[in-house]
């Protein structure tokens, strides 16, 4: 029999992993969700077939899988004075809070691993990054992988610090790459094409290439040797690129995840020790 998934929180991410447990024939009568928002409580019972209660302390009972979806600042509250029975996985997809803060708030009976997701995952072509304690059963490993496969691909971390590069890399990445879509747009407009035409150029070719990078799964060119493919010598590529890299492309990639990891980090002290706002569960 499949394991009884509960989700605190219902937003987008939830709606997402609860889409894909669905298509992945998850019995929809297996999945509870605490949602306190009307509207969106009753769009994912009409949705998804899901229960959802506007508390998460009446559905606890008999779950096998917790999945923490709820803002980080929201966290502590929505916890507070929740019991999980022992051997419950306990999966947060909340970004900042460490598993020290959930054994805190939650007890050290239950098996907790962090993750973080990225929003293509709303389209099931997400990727996250997962860690867990050394001491994890690999049961509870195997019950997050079931949730967070659902949302696309997985990847298992070696520390949990390893969460803040993952922020940065992927849980930001999308933003990165809407970035150069619109650098790609304006540039076009400047060359003289109009608003329109160049917004679909650079659109198209982006999502080209993705499925070019992604074709054949790993065994497939990586980004570099795909990149040399379609460089000609002389040629108009080999221009562009080449004031791309002396404009400091690449320290400047660097320079920003490595913000982006840094304040992953400070974001993660901070919840840590400030106070949590009003409940909302």
């Not at 923490?68 to 004075?81: E, F, H, R």
């Not at 993952?166 to 790609?184: I, K, Q, R």
């Not at 608003?195 to 980004?223: N, P």
Request: negative net charge; charged residues 15%; aromatic residues 4%.
């Amino acid at each position: 029999m499949s394991d009884v998934i509960a989700f605190i929180g219902g937003g987008n991410m939830a709606a997402s992993l609860i889409g894909g447990l669905i298509a992945a024939q998850h019995p929809a009568g297996r999945i509870r969700v605490a949602e306190p928002d009307l509207a969106r409580a009753q769009s994912l019972r009409e949705h998804f077939g899901v229960s959802v209660l506007a508390a998460a302390a009446p559905m606890l009972d008999g779950v096998d899988t917790l999945v923490l979806a709820v803002k980080p600042q929201q966290m502590a509250v929505a916890l507070q004075g929740l019991q999980v029975a022992p051997g419950t996985c306990v999966v947060s997809i909340a970004a900042g809070i460490r598993l020290e803060l959930l054994q805190g708030l939650l007890g050290p009976q239950a098996h907790y691993v962090r993750s973080m997701p990225n929003t293509p995952a709303l389209y099931g072509a997400g990727i996250s990054g997962l860690y867990a304690s050394p001491q994890t059963p690999d049961s509870a490993r195997a019950r997050a992988e079931t949730v967070l496969r659902a949302a696309g691909e997985i990847c298992w971390l070696a520390r949990e610090e390893d969460l803040d590069a993952v922020t940065a890399v992927s849980g930001s990445g999308p933003a990165y790459f809407f970035l150069v879509v619109e650098a790609m747009t304006d540039a076009g407009i400047a060359l003289g094409l109009s608003a329109e035409t160049a917004a679909r150029l650079a659109k198209r070719t982006c999502i080209g290439a993705a499925r070019m990078l992604d074709a054949g799964g790993a065994d497939a060119a990586d980004a570099a040797e795909l990149r040399t493919q379609v460089t000609s010598k002389g040629g108009t590529t080999e221009a562009a690129l080449r004031q791309l890299e002396s404009a400091g492309l690449r320290p400047m990639f660097q320079a920003a995840l490595a913000a982006a990891a840094q304040r992953s980090a400070q974001l993660g002290d901070e919840l840590a020790h400030n106070a949590a706002p009003p409940p909302s569960y």
